[in-house]
Structures are given as structure tokens and as C-alpha cells.
């Protein structure tokens, strides 16, 4: 089966070819005729799986022809947990909406940044990429009307409900035409999706992707035990001694990532961290920074360890573990993508290492450990 197949409009299969997308991912393969069919979908799939473009490509072919936009009405309209993901998924939406013969406008809006600018470019709006509170703000302000909406997609409806956004949706949802298509996607299918399912999904086609298990042999895993106040050298040790770049560090509160960030610069690493308490500007700027290898060392919070794709990265370290498994897997899993082998480091103190044996149960991989005090740290 290849992107030909599906009945897309042919300015997309040119870009498809651009993009260097040249077959399906096997949730678009079950995704993209049932979208253009205009069914409702359950995808369960992880980042990575390439659920975005699932979607992304029925949609634009769908309002080729139907557009709406001289006005305040949205026709697409696409809840996502964070920032992050809405600039990311609004890209993807911009990079094939670009090449269409009739124009299609996409936005992103999400908090933490000025309302005023997002409320003047809704107008003419078709699809918008948007994190629920915002979204419930502009509507507040009339900036933007949901009663003619074709299409609705939570995406990673897992992460959203985590977050404590369920009341927000139960609010969007009631502004919604009863008549729509309903896309859901989510990594897990928990308790609160399923009821979430239950209410919104009539009589769906269910996809299931589950997480590329190769993905984690592709990940050399490391862990070294170390104290507390030994792991800033150590950190530093590493970056130094090994030359790395376009190293991922994460830590457990926000505070501390603005602490490694702070030392790792006063020791002449360049770093920034980013966390929910960054501006929006400052988290754009240090990822595309990042992304394109300028940024040598970014540290953050569990915020990024799902939902963002960067491609290539080489080497993530957890600085400090997370209590989830699945967190810990999803953190190194930004390592081992695209065939690509990287390196995932853990700083493990005594006190961890029992939370550590649990993590390595779930992931199903023992991984080497180093006891830190054969090297020497002396001078980092
Ligand atoms: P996603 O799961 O939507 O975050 O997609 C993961 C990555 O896979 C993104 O970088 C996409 O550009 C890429 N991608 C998605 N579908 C395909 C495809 N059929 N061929 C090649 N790359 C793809």
C-alpha cells in the first residue's frame, strides 16, 4: 500500500514525496481512509508512530472544498496537552496545508503568552491546534466560535487528562455541534480515556500501534551510582571528557533543572533549561537552538519527554530518575528513534537503587551499572 492509494489530493502526494515520506506508517495506512471516510477513530499509538501526518493529510483533503473563512468559525479543531505539542503538530498542519490549491489557515494558540495577537489572527481561521484553558479564554472573549466544527482531535488525550484538563474539555465539548467527527488518540488507554472514548467515539474505528519494542535495543543504557552532591561533576565530566553534544538532562523539579543549567554554564558548558516556568518565547527559542545542534546541553522536566520530536538526539541523562517506569522509558526513548542509536545515562544514588531495580523490571532490560567512585573527578 503506498500514499497514492488513498484518494488524497495530489498536491499533497507531491509534498508527501518532498517530505520524503514514502510509505505509510501503518497507523495512517488504517488511519487516513477511515478519516477521509469520515468515521470517528481510537488510534492508541506512542510519538513516533507518526499520528500526526495520520491525521493531518484526510483532514486537508476533507476541507479542500469546504472552507469557511471570512468569519470567526473554525472547522478543525485539535486539543493538545502543551505548547510544545500545539507548535508542533500546527507545523505539520502549515507544512502540507501550504503546497493546497484553495488556502487553508492554521494556528496554534496555548497560554503562558500574550492573548491580544492570538485573538487578532483567528479570523479566517479553519483549523485550530490549541491547549484547552486558552482555548476556553479566547472563546470567553468571543475571539473565536466552535459551533461549526467538523472535525475535533485529542491528541495524546492521555497526557491531557494528567494534566488536570478534563474539566476544560468537558467544557469545550459542550460548545461543539453534536454532529462532528471525533478523532482520539492517546500512548495509553487508561480508565479516564475510555470513559472519554465512551462519551465522544461513536462507533469508532479502533488502531492500535504498540511501542516499537526494537526501540529500546537501540538504546545503549548506562547507570552510574553516585551521591547526591557528586552529580554535577560527574555531569560535567562526561560533557567534557567525552565531547558530547546535544545532550538531554533531565531532572525531577524545576528548580533543580534552572540549578544544573546555572552550574553547567559557570563551568563553561552551554546550557538553558527549559520548564513550565519558562516563557513561551524562552522554550521556542532553547529548542530550536537545540534541535539544530547550536545548544549543547538542554535541561528539562518530564514536560518534553513526550509529545516532542526531535530526531537524531544522541544522548539523554537522567539526572534524576522519575517515579514512573513508563516516564523513565518514554524520557530514553527520544534516543533510540529513526533507526538511530543513542545513549541513555543514569545518575543513580544508593537511595535509588531500589526504584531503579523496579524500572528496570517494567522495562524488561537490566542495564550496566558503575560505581563512580573509580573515577576521578577531581578539577570538574
Ligand atoms: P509523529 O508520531 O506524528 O510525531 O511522527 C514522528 C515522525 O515521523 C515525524 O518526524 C514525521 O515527520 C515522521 N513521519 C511520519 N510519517 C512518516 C512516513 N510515512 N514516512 C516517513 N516519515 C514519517
Sequence with gaps: MNFESFGLTPALLKELANQNYTEPYPIQKEAIPAILNKKDILGIAPTGSGKT?????????????NLDTKNRNVNVLVLVPTRE???????????????????????????????NPQMKSLFGVNILVATPGRLLELVELNAVHLSKIDTLVLDEADKMLNLGFQKEINNILGLLPTHRQNLLFSATLSEDVKSINELLLHNPTVIKIEEKTNNIDLIN?????????????????????????????????????????????????????????????ARTDALGRFKSGKLKVLVTTDLLSRGIDIEYLPYVINYELPRSPKDYVHRIGRTGRAENRGEAIAFITEEDQHHFKIIQKKMGKWVTKINADEIDLVGY
Excluded: C, M, W
Excluded at 53 to 65: D, E, F, K, R
Excluded at 93 to 98: D, I, K, L, V, W
Excluded at 244 to 258: G, I, M, N, P
Design 53 to 65: 501526518a495520520s491525521y493531518v493529510l484526510p483532514i486537508l483533503t476533507n476541507l479542500q472544498g
Design 85 to 115: 505539542l500545539a507548535l508542533q503538530v500546527r507545523e505539520v498542519f502549515r507544512s502540507f496545508g501550504a503546497v493546497l490549491p484553495e488556502r487553508v489557515k492554521s494556528i496554534a494558540v496555548y497560554g503562558g503568552v500574550s492573548i
Design 221 to 281: 543504557q548506562l547507570a552510574y551510582i553516585i551521591p547526591e552532591e557528586k552529580k554535577g561533576p560527574l555531569l560535567r565530566y562526561l560533557i567534557k571528557s567525552r565531547g558530547l553534544k546535544q545532550v538531554l538532562v533531565f531532572t525531577s523539579s524545576v528548580y533543580k533543572a534552572d540549578n544544573v543549567a546555572d552550574k553547567l554554564r559557570k563551568n563553561g558548558i552551554d546550557a538553558t533549561a527549559i520548564h513550565s516556568k519558562k516563557s513561551q518565547g
